[in-house]
């Protein structure tokens, strides 16, 4: 027997238990009422509320999962129809007053059932702030990722502009400076014009890795274009960004592909650019630096 199947069972068990015992003492030790002495309206109200306490119950066990929080609510639920159904009880068969707890079967349950549900519903309470920020998180998490570029696992146009926001900001605050660096690959469509998309989707997959083993686990790597890449580097003067540059160039140089049709030895080459963030804003940030990166693409070809 599943788990949640064996906790429906033992409570439902459980109450009609309780509630046949209660019409056992009820019966035994009262009076069953003349038919004229019945006051109907308690009956359809007293009833009403029962059934609809049942029907709580019943909800409440089959929609959650068996565990400690199920239980409080179920347990406060039992003992109000139990206490209930007493009342209920009460309008057919009559108890005497002088019995010291005629009284007990209705009312007694009643608090300490509100306590033990008003614990469950608190912790209830607990339970659904820790699921909304879970699906908080996983909503977030979901929202960068479509962020993400489908070729290749770096953010895309849109995450640069969110997180270059969020690094100009932090780099006002606490006074650091904000370097951005431009790679983009030379002749790239050329390249996909004569070995195929295919072959040159692979090649910005392998760029991206050798871009990625020069940068520091803080600095973050975005995908602007086709082939294309934006590097946001924080607290990082323009003498280390030059540095960081460098390096990366040289490892784009030092490159070499063989194609998976025709195994022909390849290599390419880059232009990159480089600009401090200063006062400007993300915007004319991303300006700044494209216009870095066509004077030097263009000093590059006058050189050629």
Known sequence: ???RDFFTSTYFYGLSTAIITGFVIFKVWGEVKAFDDINWLDVMSEGGMVILAVFWLALLVRSRPAGRVTQLLALGLCG????????????????????????????????FSLVILSIGIYHWHQEEIAISQQMLKRERHFREHRLFDKLIPVGGAAFLRKQLKHSIAEAKQFQQPLALLAIDLDNFNEFNRRHGVEEGDHVLQLVCQLLLLQLRDEDIICRLAGDRFVILLANTTHDQAMQILHDMKGSIAAFV?????TNERMS?????????????????????????????????????
């Open 80 to 111: 109000i129809v139990f206490s209930w159904s007493m009342d209920f009880l009460d309008e057919f068969i009559h108890l005497a007053k002088a019995l010291p707890w005629h009284n007990w079967l209705e009312s007694l349950p009643i608090p």
């Open 257 to 261: 592909y063989r194609s998976k049709q």
């Open 268 to 304: 390419i080459s880059a232009s990159a650019a480089i600009t401090m963030a200063n006062e400007s804003d993300s915007s004319s940030l991303l300006k700044q630096l494209n216009h870095e990166l066509m004077r030097v693409k263009r000093h590059s070809e006058q050189l050629a």
């Open 1 to 3: 027997m599943k788990r």
